[in-house]
């Protein structure tokens, strides 16, 4: 009985890796996906050019892919997405993340669950710096996250889910 139990959890684990590397090839070529980038069942993709950052269409674009703008969990993700990015561009780049209805209340655009708690930020943010129209999005750095301008120009990452 046991041996059959082991058989079922490996198939399973070898079905949700071919759905993975299904859901890896068929991104939108917009979205880069160097390789390893796919952890506990999700795959992370980062958009190819900067452009302008609109919360719905960036969330909209990540969708049609089956996912959403990314949503850090915990600090074990965050240093995951973060070191990736790193490696990948210097620029920019968006995560899933606002404080657009209530200062101060950080929630996923896509889910509207909160921010987890104890996520680190980058040394004096959020800082809502500029006040008018504020900084109500969040972009990624290996320093932590930062509060920014909801229009400035960057990157975007989408969350897909594989199983």
Not at 3 to 23: M, N, W
Not at 64 to 75: F, H, Q, T
Request: with cysteine.
């Amino acid at each position: 009985m046991e041996l059959v139990s082991d058989s079922s959890e490996k198939i399973h684990d070898l079905e949700a890796r071919i759905q993975g590397l299904y859901t890896i090839l068929s991104i939108h070529p917009l979205f880069y996906v160097p390789s390893a980038v796919y952890k506990n069942e999700k795959v992370y993709t980062l958009t190819r050019r900067n452009e302008v950052f609109n919360l719905e269409k960036m969330n909209n674009k990540c969708k049609e892919m089956g996912g959403y703008l990314v949503e850090i969990d915990d600090a074990e993700e965050l240093e995951f997405v973060a070191s990736k990015v790193a490696s990948i561009t210097k620029n920019l780049v968006y995560i899933g993340t606002n404080d657009v209805d209530e200062e101060g209340k950080y929630v996923f655009y896509n889910s509207k669950k909160p921010l987890p708690d104890g996520l680190k930020w980058k040394a004096g943010n959020p800082d809502n710096y500029g006040k008018d129209p504020g900084e109500d999005c969040v972009n990624l750095t290996v320093a932590g996250m930062n509060d920014l301008n909801c229009t400035s120009n960057g990157r975007f990452i989408c969350e897909i889910p594989i199983v």
